[in-house]
């Protein structure tokens, strides 16, 4: 996890407050968001957010990966649609290409992502 803010759009930012009211035990995903830089204009093409699809490298393990970051609803490990409340999908939510972020993962092992390419 970082101390940097990330970016989120409004209507992610919405969104993501919402589901957090209804849930429980997502803190990782709650720290996400309270640090995070809410924009609303001028929304970067390079910026990962809900229904993302883009490639990153996990620089621990040197293997490039591909995801789309969505609602828990839409979750779906064969088709790499990852839900925000994951791990993985809390670690990069924010980010943009060329940004990093160390990640402590459910297995203990800290591992750096980096977002390589925003696909859309």
């Not at 919402?18 to 997502?26: S, V, Y």
């Not at 929304?43 to 828990?72: A, G, R």
């Not at 409340?85 to 980010?95: E, N, R």
């Not at 943009?96 to 972020?101: A, D, L, P």
Request: with cysteine; net charge negative.
């Amino acid at each position: 996890m970082s101390n940097k803010s990330i970016t989120l759009t409004e209507t992610d930012y919405k969104r993501l407050n919402a589901l957090l009211a209804q849930m429980d035990n997502l803190e990782d995903l709650e720290n996400e968001v309270e640090r995070a830089r809410v924009i609303s204009l001028d929304i970067p093409d390079d910026l990962v957010k809900m229904n993302s699809h883009f490639e990153y490298l996990n620089v621990t393990d040197n293997k490039v990966c591909e995801m789309t970051i969505v609602y828990p609803q839409e979750a779906n490990s064969e088709l790499r649609k990852i839900s925000v409340t994951a791990p993985l999908g809390s670690a990069l939510l924010g980010l943009r290409v060329g940004e990093e972020i160390d990640w402590t993962f459910p297995d203990g092992m800290v591992r750096r992502l980096r977002v390589l390419k925003v696909k859309q």
